[in-house]
């Protein structure tokens, strides 16, 4: 739904064959381009496009005619059709073979910056060695590319951006000129810097007053390349302007695929050879979409935003071997001891054991028909918290001769209570047999070249889980470590299950099964557990929930706070009423609270909005009479809030609204307008104000500190009280 970046989701597609003279690629990362974030905030122009103009990835099919790729080939394209997808077309011409000296990560941020760079400052502005360039916001992708092939050219660089830090960087790179990007003062700061000659091109990305003041800096015969979309001029005004200048503008679409896959396909030559280097990158797992969209917008990148996505589902599972060795976690306990057992129907020899209590005469049960089967079985007993034992342990695996594989980490406590109950010893017990000792394990085997690293993580880290906070954080670090491992390149699986027949849950009593049962929730048999951790590992998955679960009976059970769109989406036709739009849940929240507390209820409302938006910490204090750009809200953020506000009132609202109500006091004052427009105030026959003036008053009143109250008060009784002959107020 284009306008608010909070309403990207991602939707179910079928696959399309490539036609003549396309690639299919099943992606691995996509670059992010300002592109995708203006079509998101429904601001670019023409009709909207798929999402994504360059992946790095494999190809998966090619089209008639196409021979210079194979399938099962590391590609990298660019104007790719849908580069967000499991499967992106693109043009043949602008798919070449990836660089093995580049990640994929790397790979997918090059192609859009580096072309159009390269086009705009070569083919458009024919900038030659020893002539000067000023590049706009030159430490974003398009301008750190463009700024690194000028210098290598031998051109002389002048840089704007908007940040001291992005400023800084530049700087670092040998840029000598580096002027602000939200001052018009670059302009004469240029000229003064070239002793008022001027650059003879302009890479400009930027609208508004800076195309005139970007013009002014060029010398005579200078050219003027545009690759913004959004403001630029027309010929004619340029021509009005300087008409000594040449003028183009960057337009990709309209380019000639061939010539731009000959460019393409030096420039990852030049990669190879070492010659150029990708520019710096921030990666956010596809699933984390929203947030990469938001963090362009807000401008707070340098280079490139890479998006990158899950791992493709092997076609067999990683196979156990039986000349290595697998460390299970947990062991004794009825979860790992069925994992063990699992790994020797697997075709595992050699097993480590860890557990509490591995010396016990119920450990020494747990591992004979493991040993009866001819399964060499190591029994260790430790703190899995500590660092240092789990070293220890890791590197007397190593000496045994058999190469460590793979990790099963099955180990954990429980140790419920409401927080009021809870003290750092009883949370440190539980996060470090969990969390602590999964973070340990990462770092003692990153180097070994694991096949297998899974952890056992619960659902309490997605669903309420009330009385057990530290497990769910506990939980919720396995989760992330294994999205930190994935993005390394290292094997992960974090596995989310719901109660099995066995392990922790045989301790719950039947009043909580009956309780499980009417919330929709069931349990997982041993079999069923193992089966689900199979076909996880098959798939290629990072992390997962397993969990037997009636959704309508769930939906049913939830409280209306806790009935999020995840659980609507899953309970389907259970759920009777669609979600309520945003205005009619602001008006059942402003409506719901007493008449002097409206307007605080609707700037409460505001605020998350606004925090969301410029990407704040929702605890952050807002001054309401401050104006939020000097929070940093710049003119693409006043956008998606103005789109925000606009779901609340419950209608479109004009693009000068952050103009004409700058601080969160002014936007509340428009938003209870819109809400609560009623009828001029009245007054009572005793001389009472109307309920509306009544509140506005109490509403004043409740933003002064006591000080300030006193002091009012005593103002008015001082103005009423009666007076005597002399005046004095008595």
């Given at each position: ?5 909070d ?11 490539p ?43 090619v ?5 210079h ?14 580069g967000f997808r499991?499967?992106?077309l ?11 000296r580049l ?14 760079a390269?086009?705009?400052?070569f083919h ?14 030159a430490?974003?992708g ?11 050219a ?14 800084a ?9 580096v ?11 240029v ?6 000659e ?9 609208a508004?007053?800076f195309?005139p ?10 050219r ?11 010929a ?11 003028y183009a503008v960057?337009d ?5 695929l061939r ?9 990852l030559?030049?990669f190879?050879?070492?010659?150029l280097?990708?520019p710096p990158?921030?990666?956010f797992p596809?699933?984390?979409a929203?947030?990469?969209?938001r ?7 340098m280079?490139?935003?890479v998006?990158?996505?899950p ?24 979860l790992?001891r ?7 129907e697997q ?7 860890v557990?509490r ?11 004979r028909p493991l040993e ?13 918290g ?15 001769g058999?190469r ?5 980490h099955a180990?954990?406590?429980?140790d419920?209570g409401?927080?009021?109950q809870q ?7 539980v996060?470090?047999a969990?969390?602590a ?9 990153a180097?070994?070249?694991l ?27 396995l ?17 989310n299950?719901g109660?099995w ?5 045989t301790r719950?009593?039947?009043r ?5 049962a009417?919330?929709?929730l069931?349990?997982?048999?041993p079999a ?15 992390q ?5 679960v009636d ?10 706070e806790?009935?999020?769109p ?10 009777a ?5 945003a ?5 059942r ?7 002097n507390?409206?307007?605080?209820v609707v700037?409460?409302?505001?605020r ?5 938006v410029l ?24 956008v ?5 506000i606009g ?12 103009f ?7 936007l509340?004052d428009?938003?209870m ?25 109490l509403?004043?009143v ?10 009012l ?8 009280a009666?007076?005597?002959?002399g005046?004095?107020?008595?």
């Amino acid at each position: 739904t284009p306008g608010v970046l909070d309403r990207l989701r991602f939707v179910p597609l079928a696959r399309q064959a490539p036609g003549p003279g396309q690639v299919e690629i099943r992606v691995e990362a996509s670059g992010l381009n300002f592109r995708d974030v203006l079509m998101a905030l429904d601001m670019y122009p023409g009709a909207p496009e798929p999402l994504g103009r360059e992946v790095a990835g494999t190809v998966s099919a090619v089209g008639p005619g196409v021979t210079h790729v194979a399938v099962g080939q590391p590609v990298v394209a660019a104007l790719t059709v849908g580069g967000f997808r499991t499967y992106a077309l693109a043009p043949a011409a602008l798919v070449a073979p990836r660089p093995p000296r580049l990640s994929p990560v790397e790979a997918a941020g090059l192609p859009i910056a580096f072309l159009t760079a390269e086009y705009a400052l070569f083919h458009l502005g024919r900038l030659r060695g020893g002539q000067r360039a000023l590049i706009h916001a030159a430490a974003g992708g398009v301008g750190l590319a463009a700024v690194q092939l000028a210098q290598k050219a031998g051109a002389e660089v002048f840089a704007t951006a908007g940040s001291p830090a992005k400023r800084a960087y530049l700087a670092s790179l040998g840029v000598r000129h580096v002027f602000d990007s939200r001052s018009l003062a670059f302009a004469e700061a240029v000229r003064g810097a070239t002793g008022g000659e001027g650059v003879d091109v302009v890479l400009n990305s930027l609208a508004g007053d800076f195309i005139p003041k970007s013009l002014d800096t060029l010398r005579q015969g200078g050219r003027f390349v545009e690759i913004g979309r959004a403001g630029i001029w027309t010929a004619a005004q340029v021509l009005a302007a300087r008409g000594d200048v040449a003028y183009a503008v960057m337009d990709a679409a309209a380019g000639d695929l061939r010539l731009f896959g000959t460019l393409f396909r030096r420039l990852l030559e030049r990669f190879e050879a070492g010659e150029l280097t990708p520019p710096p990158h921030t990666p956010f797992p596809l699933d984390q979409a929203v947030s990469a969209f938001r963090y362009m917008a807000q401008a707070r990148h340098m280079g490139k935003i890479v998006l990158v996505h899950p791992a493709p589902p092997a076609s067999e599972p990683p196979r156990v071997h039986g000349d290595g060795s697998y460390l299970v976690t947990g062991a004794f306990g009825a979860l790992g001891r069925r994992v063990a057992a699992w790994l020797v129907e697997q075709g595992a020899r050699h097993l480590v054991l860890v557990g509490r209590h591995a010396d016990s005469a119920e450990a020494a049960e747990a591992a004979r028909p493991l040993e009866e089967a001819g399964v060499r079985v190591t029994r260790v007993a430790g703190d899995l918290g500590d660092a240092g034992f789990v070293s220890r342990l890791v590197a007397g695996v190593a000496r045994e001769g058999a190469r460590l594989r793979g990790v099963f980490h099955a180990a954990g406590i429980v140790d419920d209570g409401v927080l009021e109950q809870q003290d750092a010893a009883r949370v440190r017990a539980v996060l470090a047999a969990k969390a602590a000792a999964a973070w340990a394990l990462h770092e003692a085997t990153a180097a070994l070249g694991l096949d297998l690293f899974v952890m056992f993580s619960s659902i309490t880290s997605q669903l309420p889980a009330p009385g057990q906070g530290s497990y769910a954080a506990a939980n919720a670090v396995l989760d992330a470590l294994a999205h930190h491992r994935r993005a390394r390149g290292l094997p992960a699986l974090t596995v989310n299950w719901g109660p099995w027949t066995e392990g922790m849950t045989t301790r719950v009593d039947a009043r909580d099964r009956q309780r499980w049962a009417q919330q929709g929730l069931g349990t997982i048999a041993p079999a069923q557990g193992l089966a689900a951790l199979e076909d996880l590992l098959r798939r290629g998955a990072t992390q997962a929930t397993v969990l037997p679960v009636d959704w309508r009976k769930r939906w049913a059970a939830l409280p209306a706070e806790a009935r999020a769109p995840l659980f609507a989406e899953l309970a389907g036709d259970a759920v009777a009423e669609p979600a309520p739009a945003a205005r009619a849940v602001l008006l059942r929240e402003a409506g719901e609270a007493p008449p002097n507390r409206r307007r605080g209820v609707v700037g409460g409302h505001l605020r998350t909005r606004a925090l969301r938006v410029l990407g704040l910490p929702s605890a952050e204090p807002i001054d309401p009479r401050r104006p939020l750009s000097e929070l940093g809200l710049d003119s693409l953020m006043a956008v998606e809030l103005r789109n925000a506000i606009g779901e609340s009132v419950g209608r479109a609202l004009p693009a000068t609204l952050l103009f004409k109500h700058p601080t969160l006091e002014a936007l509340t004052d428009f938003v209870m307008g819109e809400l609560f427009a009623a009828a001029p105030a009245e007054v009572d026959q005793t001389g009472a104000p109307a309920a509306s003036e009544t509140d506005a008053a109490l509403d004043a009143v409740a933003q002064l500190s006591a000080d300030e109250v006193r002091r009012l008060l005593a103002d008015e009784l001082q103005s009423v009280a009666p007076h005597g002959d002399g005046g004095e107020a008595r």
